[in-house]
């Protein structure tokens, strides 16, 4: 349907970004508004982010023939409307008649949610009558930490476990001169609910330490690109940042001094950046400054930072990473998998209210496959944020096809206490106990011109901000919400679905087996390295030896990591008769004549596996490239040439690890397949 756009409609708008030529528009191509865009569309409201949906109906009418109207009929009708009474400042309630599909929300972030689910929707969200439907997200923080160093670290780079190429905020030292790459990522990530953005590197150095003094006119700066899409900015901070940029003698969290400089330097940034969002620290952790120096713990830490934040609103997301990165591999009864629990658990309730306890979801570093750290059910007094890992460091490296979003439902979706008690998901959303903290996870994307390197890999990131928003979505469903947002032709979403569905499996199989963890090449964490950190003082340990394989973390003979645990999981991990398969090595030492649930030995499974992840790899590689034609050409090279890569690197695993358990075990395998 064809007609004019008022100038009066013009007013209040804020452009879509376009994108640099060559630069992928991952899941927001223009055919993906072709809907919306080709009807008579009315906005109605006021302020920046109304203003960003008003863009995007305007540039999407001017593609495909609509008209964005301010009188007469609609076939969509948005409108904020503050005083509608709801609660919930991100919902939204979408509704339709016999012609007309309406979305009304009380701020322009929920306007903006309403308008990207209407989106994803396509021509069904204009089919037939729809009763009024409200949504709301499961969790009030949806965040992605980005890793970013201002300027390129000697030894991690310009992103740290960056694996997309450059920083899109920072080059050379500085904010970008010009930000259009990270104003359409912001619109990206409005467009899946993420509402906070971590700007830089956890691992705080001298570069990054300054945007919190002398640089803040650079965050001011992002902070403007971010808002109008509802996204609120949060800088992470050195604990030693009194020290190093204010000239005191001391961070000592209870000196008075110590807390007048945070207060005012956090009233600087307001007065700059009046929505910031606050602070997120890494202290006394892998070799960051923290409380520990001053005799100190991390809630006399974190709280010392809350003071400062809570007059403005602000909030402090204290990372519980914290661990002996010196252990003595020799010693068993040292174990990484117990320090999170070991160091906040006994602080529960000593935390001030705008304190929120970040939280690995797993006890160890972003594996393939961990149980969920103890550490969400040890603390109902304290505010707990979850987080996940979107960029691919122990996963793949963006160079292997590896869709996360199932792991992450199936942690979201963990019961501590067993079945018919709150999720994990719960927790984060303060449904169980605390207010909650919410989701965080680090981000995957760089300056490559499909964002994060891998083009398949955007669906986690795609992913990330679906499950943040409803931890019950079905994977497979969100995965075909990606593909058809994505590519044009809807042919090819059962094969695209058929490759990537079952590839956070197929990756696990040709790596570490069982839960054991790691196994990667020491430093930067890409192909296999069996013994990488086996005698190393990072606490990552598989002791495998002639007769068998596997931590003992049960409290009867080993460290006692089990007993973290609360019923009915701490006495299942504590047996090998009822320990799941999949964790079996993560929490047992076994022989590798051990049978599993599914009935075959440890030593027979880890072949099996391998040699199965291989051949699910080659039939990846010739799926693909069945859709030569079908997908852009671009898009089609650069894939084609990452599965190669794969598959090559999934046969050095299969190779290495099922060499390195004949030689040890002795044990040949049954089906006489060929093992070095």
Partial sequence: MVGTTPPEALDDRTPVTPLPEGVHPVWLPAFALRPVGSRRVRVVGDGPVVATVRGEVEAAVAEHGGALVDHGPADLELVCAPDDGEEDPESFVVARNDSTTTVRAVTGNGLLYGFHHVVRQGESAFEGALEPQRHAPRQSVRMLDHWDNVAVHPVMGQVERGYAGGSIFYDDGVVR?????????????????????????????????????????????????????????????????????????????????????????????????????????????????????????????????????????????????????????????????????????????RFEPNVVVQVKAGPMDFQTREPITPVVAAMPRTRLAVELQVTQEYTGHQKHVCHLVPQWSEMLGFQPWGGGEPTVADIAAGRASAPGGGVVAVSNVGDSPFWTGHPLAQANLFGFGRLAWDDRLAPEAVLDEWIGLTFADPGVGKALHELMDGSWLTYERYTAPLGVGFMVSPGDHYGPAVDGYEYSQWGTYHFADRD???????????????????????????????????????????????????????????????????????RMVATWAGLAGRVPDDVFGRVTELLAEQLRCATEWRDQVNTYFRRKSGVPDAHGRRIY
């Fill in 548 to 618: 068998g394989v596997g931590v003992d973390r049960t409290r009867a003979t080993g460290t006692g990591f089990t007993g973290q645990y609360p019923a009915p999981w701490r006495d299942l991990y504590e047996s090998t008769a009822t320990c799941p398969d999949e964790l079996l090595l993560f929490f047992h030492h076994v022989p590798y004549g051990h049978v599993l649930h599914s009935g075959t030995t440890v030593i027979q499974h880890i072949y099996d596996t391998h040699f199965a992840g291989c051949e699910e790899v080659e």
């Fill in 177 to 349: 001169e010009d930000l259009t790459r990270a104003r359409a990522y912001a619109r990206l990530l409005g467009s899946i609910g993420v509402n906070r953005v971590g700007l830089n590197n956890v691992n705080v150095h001298r570069p990054e330490a300054l945007l919190l003094t002398d640089r803040l006119p650079d965050v001011v700066r992002l902070a403007e690109v971010f808002r109008p899409h509802g996204i609120k900015v949060h800088l992470s901070v050195s604990f030693a940042a009194p020290v190093t940029l204010g000239g005191l003698p001391t961070a000592d969290p209870l000196d008075p001094a110590v807390g007048e400089w945070w207060a005012r330097t956090t009233a600087d940034v307001y007065a700059a950046i009046p929505d910031f969002g606050g602070y997120v620290v890494k202290a006394d952790s892998e070799g960051q400054p923290g409380p520990f120096a001053y005799g100190r713990d991390h809630a006399d830490g974190a709280n010392v930072l809350a003071r400062a934040l809570a007059p403005f609103g602000g909030t402090v997301f204290w990372r519980a990473f914290v661990y002996d990165h010196r252990q003595d591999w020799r010693d068993r009864t040292t174990d990484r998998a117990r320090a999170a629990y070991d160091n906040f658990a006994p602080l529960d309730g």
